[in-house]
């Protein structure tokens, strides 16, 4: 299997990290020939304003729905999470591009400022064992999720921080930034 990391703008490097890790080859993705060569893609974290304008720049958005239409597995973290969003909430510039794939409201920045960043530990419906320790930097959340989304993850008082809809996944929290794999095995396994 050949898992792409779009790798225009924030922490694609991270997962990429994690995949090799995991035994995956792994290809940045950053123009349409390079989606061409890959099995499922992992949008990362980072500025979702920044991603989605580039993704336009490189020609990217259109061929990844294509792709998603054709079933290919595509996870967003963070920033991904809101890129995949078919409705963006709270700060959305006018015009923000945007995949738009899953049928969930994603919150832009629910937490507030970059000092309001925290830790949580988050059970995950799927992920065995102890409790993920998710990190929340300037994080969103789904606000909403249309009747075929499943939650995977919520926090305390209930607010949804993961969700799957059939081969997507949305993750509020960067993954990415831990060394606990078991959210990267998930996603292989869609």
Not at 88 to 106: S, W
Request: include cysteine; glycine fraction near 8%; hydrophobic fraction near 45%.
């Amino acid at each position: 299997m050949n898992v792409g990391v779009l790798a225009l703008q924030g922490a694609f490097i991270e997962h990429e990290r994690i995949l090799r890790r995991l035994g995956q080859q792994v290809t940045q993705v950053r123009l349409p020939e390079h989606l061409d060569t890959v099995d499922r893609l992992i949008i990362p974290g980072g500025e979702s304003t920044t991603i989605g304008k580039l993704l336009v720049a490189y020609k990217l958005l259109e061929p990844i729905r294509e792709r998603a239409q054709r079933e290919m597995p595509i996870w967003g973290t963070c920033a991904g999470m809101i890129l995949l969003a078919k409705q963006i909430t709270e700060g959305r510039p006018a015009g923000q591009p945007a995949l738009a794939l899953m049928d969930i409201v994603a919150r832009r920045n629910a937490f507030g400022r970059q000092l309001d960043s925290f830790e949580a530990d988050l059970a995950v419906e799927g992920v065995a064992g102890e409790p993920f320790r998710a990190v929340f930097i300037r994080a969103p959340l789904i606000d909403a999720a249309g009747p075929t989304v499943e939650p995977l993850a919520t926090l305390d008082d209930g607010r949804i921080v993961a969700a799957r809809q059939g081969r997507l996944l949305a993750t509020a929290f960067h993954p990415e930034l831990t060394d606990d794999a078991r959210l990267h095995e998930l996603f292989l396994d869609l």
